[in-house]
């Protein structure tokens, strides 16, 4: 057994201790969010700990070891309440509205209030089997959005044409602070022009009917299908929400407390950052829940094993897989289990946003990251395969690349990515000439100057802290000072306004991103993307990201072609480099009837039942 596991068991073995204790004491002390549970992403969450030598790994990984279905018999009581964990270490922020939100647990909320208006398919292309159809005009670079039916809001309104207008409205607005302005929604004809206060309204877009609107765009490629090329897949309630200020609107009411759906519940009752109760939305357009309500509780992750032993609750969204071996085993639950949308990086900071001009602004030669060698050493110095396998239960394998694995047709399973190389990443400093000029066992800068960086990291639970320690190590074995920023790790929501902002105490950054439905990378790496948070762009960068959402990309060799060469680009580049992608876990409590984990289903909330008045414990 190598020195470098050894270590990692230790490590493991103190946390099994702790985790132990902690499953033995209901009054466990919270702990802060681990890392993975980030939006970005859009953005997500997460956690882990490990078995010893991490044998059957591969099994553990495999697709069939969780179903997606749920199988649960008996018979159903009438109505019921729903109990959810939220399994975040922090407060919930609370952005209730779909073109304001930012990161996973506010959209893990939204769901169940959802006011998504297209259904999507296996392979995350729309259909026409949700409140609305698409009709694409390829030729004319056009699309119609049609409601599919007489559909109400939870507060009667009927949805109308407007509504599907309202969210274009707000998001390209001059006075919009959130963060889906980007190079997207720059594709509707007349959307720079209002966002830059020359223009009243988006003149690319056109109410035809009292249900029906028609879309121009300057260009129209597959990733329409997916949601892209600026297409909004949600409606906002204009009778509520067209009378507010756009620069006012996050914190309004209408979204903070008492915000209007289309899902199949209604918001009843927010207790700011802890808790959400819904109610039946009677007007849900696909027939009234089954359920009376759902109530929706933030739990602290050092506790969540424990809340489903114990039957507090009947599931618990972005459950840490570091509690996987704690609830593998109960009897009065069900692990559900699917790959997810999702991958965890390495951030490395090469300039800033320009909020007033809505763009990136990239300095290598200003950054101390700016030397794509040093980027490269620091990836190859990462033992993130000896993580995965003893902390993660072969839950989470080496990224290899930018695109996760559930989108077959882009992925590039043949990319090498930055493999654990010690060797590689002191060869490419040594020749780069980053040596240890003084001798303390650090290297300086090729000026031979002190060179100090300072990584931003996410709080998490226990094991989230001996393994950002144990990459700290990885660093300093091949000569590079790393220091945590700040002296410590960061609480979630702290973490990304400091990323965000770029803060300039921050070098490096370890981040996460659900990517959501879209393939396409251009929301997250373009140079008008909020979310480029490397803040790195290029004219190359830009033409792959134009060329994989052109229209000659709606021949899918062309496609696949162009994501290849973006995944080799930024590669090459580094300044993102992947991570982990993650397995997602949800566990259910067998008074649970009728859920479907599946990405292709048309399983909705308002079939669930429960088979008792109480989980079961």
Same mark, same amino acid.
């Given at each position: 057994m190598n020195k470098k596991l050894l270590a990692l068991l230790a490590?493991?073995?103190?946390?099994?201790?702790?985790?132990?204790?902690? %499953?033995?004491?209901?009054?466990?002390?919270?702990?802060?969010?681990?890392?993975?549970?980030?939006e970005g992403s859009e953005e997500d969450n997460e956690d882990e700990a490990g078995e010893g030598d991490g044998e059957g790994a591969e099994e553990t990984a495999s697709e069939d070891l969780f179903p997606t279905v749920l199988e649960n018999?008996?018979?159903?009581?009438? @109505?019921?309440?729903?109990?959810?964990?939220?399994?975040?270490?922090?407060?919930?922020?609370?952005?209730?509205?779909?073109?304001?939100?930012?990161?996973?647990?506010?959209?893990?909320?939204?769901?169940?209030a959802s006011n998504v208006l297209f259904t999507t398919d296996g392979d995350f292309l729309i259909t026409n089997d949700g409140i609305a159809s698409l009709e694409v005009d390829g030729e004319n670079n056009k699309a119609t959005i049609t409601i599919n039916?007489?559909?109400?809001?939870?507060? @009667?309104?009927?949805?109308?044409?407007?509504?599907?207008?309202?969210?274009?409205?707000?998001?390209?607005?001059?006075?919009?602070?959130?963060?889906?302005?980007?190079?997207?929604?720059?594709?509707?004809? @007349?959307?720079?022009?209002?966002?830059a206060g020359e223009a009243d309204t988006i003149s690319g877009i056109t109410k035809i009917?009292?249900?029906?609107?028609?879309?121009?765009? %300057?260009?129209?490629?597959?990733?329409?299908?997916?949601?892209?090329?600026?297409?909004?897949?949600?409606?906002?309630?204009?009778?509520?929400v067209a009378d507010i200020p756009v620069g006012e609107l996050l914190e309004n009411d209408a979204v903070r407390v008492n915000p209007v759906t289309l899902g199949a519940f209604k918001f009843d009752r927010i207790v700011p950052g802890e808790s959400v109760s819904l109610v039946r939305n009677e007007n849900y357009w696909r027939g009234a829940p089954k359920l009376d309500g759902v109530v929706i509780t933030t739990i602290p992750s050092a506790s969540a094993a424990k809340a489903m032993e114990t039957g507090e609750y009947d599931l618990a969204l972005s459950f840490p897989t570091s509690q996987y071996e704690s609830v593998q085993n109960l009897e009065n639950i069900t692990l559900l289990?699917?790959?997810?949308?999702?991958?965890?990086?390495?951030?490395?900071k090469l300039g800033k946003y320009n909020?007033?001009?809505?763009?990136?602004?990239?300095?290598?030669?200003?950054?101390?990251?700016?030397?794509?060698?040093?980027?490269?050493?620091?990836?190859?110095?990462?033992?993130?395969?000896?993580?995965?396998?003893?902390?993660?239960?072969?839950?989470?394998?080496?990224?290899?690349?930018?695109?996760?694995?559930?989108f077959k047709s882009f992925h590039d399973a043949s990319a090498e990515g930055y493999n654990y190389d010690p060797e590689t990443a002191n060869q490419i400093l040594d020749d780069a000439g980053y040596e240890d000029v003084d001798g303390d066992g650090l290297r300086e800068d090729p000026n031979g100057e002190k060179l100090t960086i300072n990584l931003a990291a996410m709080a998490g639970d226990e094991t989230q802290e001996q393994v950002i320690n144990y990459y700290l190590q990885n660093w300093e074995e091949v000569g590079l000072d790393v220091q945590l920023a700040t002296g410590r790790l960061i609480e979630f929501n702290t973490f990304y306004d400091k990323v965000q902002a770029d803060d300039p105490e921050i070098d490096v950054f370890m981040g996460a991103w659900g990517t959501g439905t879209n393939p396409s990378p251009a929301g997250?790496?373009?140079?008008?993307?909020?979310? %480029?948070?490397?803040?790195?762009?290029?004219?190359?960068?830009?033409?792959?990201?134009?060329?994989?959402?052109?229209p000659e990309a709606l021949d899918s060799d062309y496609r696949?072609?162009?994501?290849?060469?973006?995944?080799?680009?930024?590669?090459?580049?580094?300044?993102?480099?992947?991570?982990?992608?993650?397995?997602?876990?949800?566990?259910?409590?067998?008074?649970?009837?009728?859920?479907?984990?599946?990405?292709?289903t048309d399983w909705g909330y308002e079939q669930i039942e429960l088979s008792a008045d109480a989980p079961i414990k």
């Open positions: 490590l493991l073995m103190a946390f099994m201790l702790f985790l132990a204790a902690c %499953n033995n004491d209901d009054s466990t002390a919270p702990v802060d969010t681990d890392p993975d549970t980030s018999e008996g018979e159903a009581i009438e @109505g019921g309440t729903l109990q959810v964990a939220l399994v975040n270490d922090s407060p919930f922020q609370g952005i209730f509205s779909y073109t304001l939100y930012e990161d996973a647990y506010d959209a893990e909320i939204l769901a169940y039916q007489d559909t109400l809001w939870s507060d @009667g309104e009927p949805l109308k044409a407007e509504d599907l207008i309202q969210p274009y409205l707000i998001i390209g607005h001059p006075d919009y602070n959130g963060v889906r302005y980007d190079v997207d929604f720059q594709n509707i004809v @007349g959307a720079v022009e209002y966002n009917d009292d249900k029906t609107i028609e879309i121009q765009f %300057n260009k129209i490629s597959p990733a329409i299908y997916s949601g892209g090329d600026g297409l909004w897949f949600y409606a906002e309630p204009s009778h509520i289990g699917r790959q997810e949308l999702y991958y965890s990086y390495v951030g490395f909020y007033d001009a809505s763009l990136v602004e990239t300095d290598v030669e200003g950054s101390k990251m700016g030397d794509p060698e040093l980027r490269k050493a620091m990836g190859y110095a990462l033992d993130i395969e000896q993580v995965s396998e003893v902390f993660y239960f072969g839950l989470r394998e080496r990224a290899n690349s930018l695109i996760p694995p559930v997250l790496y373009s140079k008008t993307a909020v979310y %480029n948070f490397s803040r790195y762009s290029s004219d190359e960068l830009e033409g792959i990201l134009a060329a994989i959402d052109s696949m072609e162009q994501f290849q060469a973006w995944q080799e680009y930024m590669t090459e580049v580094s300044a993102v480099i992947p991570m982990q992608f993650r397995y997602e876990l949800l566990p259910v409590n067998d008074r649970v009837l009728n859920w479907d984990f599946s990405y292709d």
